[in-house]
């Protein structure tokens, strides 16, 4: 099984920048594809960024340019650079990897509890 911690989010002015990092930990054999998804009050949970294992990004259009998604392989780390923040940003940001815990088991979508991120104007 597939744990994953997020941090790095808070309270920032528009404008400002954060950095989110999700650490996956656990029985892992292979990290595929990662990605940051967001989820406002009352909206819909959506792809921020996406990132896959031979490292071709993705991601939406709204935060094009501002945001960078990366990943760390040997340390299981995913990080979220964020710049140029927007009120419209406030959410809680969710880290989702798609992994393997051994070769003889299929691949399993797993899920952070999400870190919170303000952006006021």
């Known amino acids: 099984q597939v744990q994953l911690v997020e941090s790095g989010g808070g309270l920032v002015q528009a404008g400002g920048s954060l950095r989110l990092s999700c650490a996956a930990s656990?029985?892992?054999?292979?990290?595929?594809?990662t990605g940051w998804y967001r989820q406002a009050p009352g909206k819909q949970r959506e792809l921020v960024a996406a990132i896959t294992d031979d490292g071709i990004t993705n991601y939406a259009d709204s935060v094009k340019g501002r945001f960078t998604i990366s990943r760390d392989n040997a340390k299981k780390m995913v990080y979220l650079q964020m710049s140029s923040l927007k009120p419209e940003d406030t959410a809680v940001y969710f880290c989702?990897?798609?992994?393997?815990?051994?070769?003889?088991?299929?691949?399993?979508?797993?899920w952070g509890q999400g870190t919170q991120v303000t952006v006021s104007s």
């Open positions: 989702n990897v798609d992994a393997r815990t051994t070769i003889l088991v299929p691949r399993v979508i797993s």
């Open positions: 656990g029985s892992i054999f292979r990290i595929y594809a």
